[in-house]
């Protein structure tokens, strides 16, 4: 578990906990990007390691489950979502290829564990969209940073940075904030039409 260290300010009283900032990929090639984006989630798969509840498993029996390299590195990223990852925290999401920016969130549920995932993955957060910042608005060490290839990281190196942008995001897609507004009907007063005929047979109002 990612430990989070509260500062004392100058008056003796605990400042709260800043929100952690993760990175956290929507699959190869942003694939899953659309279904975070229209489920306002984010989730990562591993499901070759643990498709189970997480949260059930606990995370000692996670870490226990790898025996070799690749099984600690992913065993250490669903570790980190599942248990690392809280309430209120940051998260970046790139749309690369897809769209050239990244989106940012706030997560707002704890760690579920779904059943019947889809194919972004068994483990999800629900997030609040925020909005988005441009690829060309970072320098070239935030863009190495943010193309690492874990699914889930702490962007440390260029954090500052990366934070220095979200106070300053673009609105985020429009499918994923705006409702659907009905269409006032347009009521007509009622009318009453007279109709005669006459000894010709022709109607007149």
């Not at 390691?49 to 870490?63: F, N, T, V």
């Not at 998260?91 to 704890?110: A, F, N």
Request: with cysteine.
């Amino acid at each position: 578990m990612v430990a989070r260290v509260r500062t004392t300010t100058q008056t003796g009283t605990l400042a709260p906990m800043a929100e952690q900032l993760w990175v956290i990929r929507a699959g190869p090639g942003a694939c899953f990007v659309d279904d975070f984006l229209k489920r306002r989630i984010v989730g990562v798969d591993f499901s070759e390691l643990a498709s189970d509840d997480l949260a059930a498993l606990g995370e000692q029996a996670l870490k226990a489950r790898a025996t070799n390299p690749s099984e600690h590195a992913g065993a250490g990223q669903l570790s980190a979502f599942a248990f690392g990852v809280d309430l209120g925290d940051l998260v970046i999401v790139p749309r690369l290829p897809k769209v050239r920016d990244y989106l940012v969130g706030r997560v707002t549920s704890p760690y579920k564990h779904v059943v019947d995932a889809p194919a972004l993955g068994h483990h999800q957060r629900a997030v609040e969209w925020l909005g988005a910042f441009d690829r060309e608005t970072i320098s070239p060490s935030a863009s190495k940073t943010l193309g690492a290839i874990q699914t889930i990281f702490r962007p440390t190196a260029v954090e500052a940075e990366l934070r220095s942008l979200i106070t300053e995001l673009k609105p985020p897609p429009d499918d994923t904030t705006k409702k659907v507004v009905p269409k006032p009907t347009l009521k007509l007063p009622r009318a009453q039409l007279d109709v005669e005929l006459d000894e010709m047979g022709r109607a007149h109002i």
